[in-house]
């Protein structure tokens, strides 16, 4: 004789294969954004864009601080070569 089953043992068990089955790509129907959601995903495109300009604002102050870093070193040894220059024309 079959064993008798209750109904929250049946529906608890019960899986059915749609529900697992992955829709096809073209078949899906896209929902509409409500306002809000629209709303967060521009401000979420605004930052990512807010972000990738400091990004290349920063990567160019300091390409500005090395340049300019070059330039003062360059000047250093320049004055110590003319400090030395005038040093040895003036001793002879």
Do not use: C, G
Not at 42 to 69: G, M, P, T, V
């Amino acid at each position: 004789m079959p064993k008798r089953v209750s109904n929250d043992q049946k529906w608890s068990n019960w899986k059915p294969k749609f529900v697992h089955s992955k829709k096809h790509p073209a078949l899906a129907v896209e929902k509409m954004k409500r306002p809000f959601e629209r709303v967060t995903d521009s401000k979420l495109e605004i930052a990512e864009l807010q972000k990738k300009i400091l990004e290349e604002e920063l990567l160019n102050k300091r390409k500005q601080w090395a340049f300019e870093e070059e330039e003062r070193e360059h000047k250093r040894e320049m004055w110590a070569l003319e400090k030395k220059y005038f040093l040895n024309k003036f001793d002879k």
